[in-house]
């Protein structure tokens, strides 16, 4: 089994600006599905909490998801968010036991 990186990002947006973050959101997304190490690349919004967004995430190593992460759209996208989240991005790396 190839030993990838997990990854469970959940960002909040500030209520009046859920379209606003889910516009930046979706921009991301076909950028990062085309980077290397990108093996999934998924954005969910939560049925019951509309102002919570979650990506799942999988990638071949560490570096590749740092370089995602300095990557031109994510640091484009990450400033844009600065202003429309509710709290601080949370970005949690899994490993897969099982």
């Known amino acids: 089994m190839i030993n ?13 600006k ?9 921009e991301i997304i076909e950028p990062t599905r085309q980077e290397n190490g990108c ?3 998924e954005l969910l919004q939560n ?8 990506f799942v995430e999988e990638w071949t190593s560490n570096d590749a998801l ?3 992460l300095a990557s031109a ?18 970005i949690r790396r899994y ?3 099982a």
């Open 66 to 68: 740092d370089a995602h």
């Open 47 to 54: 049925q019951s909490d509309p102002t919570e967004f979650t």
């Open 18 to 26: 859920v379209e606003d973050i889910k516009a930046v959101l979706l």
């Open 73 to 90: 759209h994510i640091q484009t996208a990450a400033a844009k968010l600065q202003d429309l989240v509710a709290n601080e991005i949370d």
């Open 4 to 16: 990838t990186i997990r990854v469970i990002a959940r960002i909040t947006a500030q209520p009046e």
């Open 95 to 97: 490993t897969l036991l």
């Open 39 to 41: 093996i999934k690349y």
